[in-house]
């Protein structure tokens, strides 16, 4: 079955702290991963997508997503957190080629000052 | 603005009335896909459309509905609504660059 799973369902980091969030996937076929951040009341916001090549993505805001095909990982990580990313992220894995994306449920960030 | 309009943004309606969502996609993007955000079900996918055809359908219930026009716009029909439809209703849109979002419509069910 494809699946998205965020084991985090809520985060506190202060901060200027370092930030991981973690995102396993099932899927059948090649994935094609995303990060999408969202602030309250607002739309989804791509952070990152991975489709092929380097396992590494950077995407906007400072963001990076590593992938990892052997623990069907894509976690997201930011060196050093900024009041402002307090928000919803979510991770999602689709097939590309016209396919829908499968979200997680998502992981909620808190940010102490 | 991510070229992805829907409209309206916010919607207020009475229990077992009907409202029709619009989706207009980024330009040249063939395929349009919906979600429901709840606070308990999280995002769902419901439908999609490709070209003006169905193409996949997820957890969409039997009183809604949904199209897509010649011009590629789409429409989401939410019939006979429930307190539990009230839900941020997005749709997105792909094409060769990948999906992108439209900002929702805030459906409230009173």
């Known amino acids: 079955a494809q699946s998205v799973t965020q084991p985090d369902i809520h985060i506190t980091v202060s901060e200027g702290a370092s930030l991981e969030l973690r995102c396993n996937y099932s899927?059948?076929?090649?994935?094609?991963l995303f990060w999408y951040v969202q602030s309250p009341g607002q739309g989804l916001q791509l952070l990152l997508k991975y489709f092929s090549g380097d396992t590494l993505v950077q995407g906007i805001k400072g963001f990076e997503a590593e992938f990892k095909r052997s623990q069907s990982s894509f976690n997201l990580r930011k060196p050093s957190v900024h009041w402002s990313d307090a928000a919803e992220y979510f991770c999602a894995v689709g097939g590309g080629g016209y396919n829908k994306l499968i979200f997680g449920a998502g992981t909620r960030l808190a940010v102490h000052p | 603005d991510s070229g992805v309009t829907q409209t309206p943004k916010h919607l207020i309606t009475a229990t077992g009335q009907r409202v029709t969502l619009r989706c207009s996609p980024r330009s040249g993007d063939l395929s349009v896909y919906w979600y429901q955000q709840s606070l308990d079900q999280g995002l769902q996918f419901l439908i999609q459309y490709y070209n003006g055809e169905e193409r996949a359908k997820g957890n969409i219930l039997e009183r809604f509905s949904a199209q897509q026009f010649p011009d590629l716009h789409s429409e989401l029909n939410l019939s006979s609504l429930e307190l539990g439809d009230s839900a941020l209703y997005f749709c997105a849109s792909e094409g060769g660059k990948g999906y992108t979002f439209g900002s929702g419509t805030r459906l409230t069910v009173v």
């Open positions: 899927y059948g076929a090649t994935p094609y």
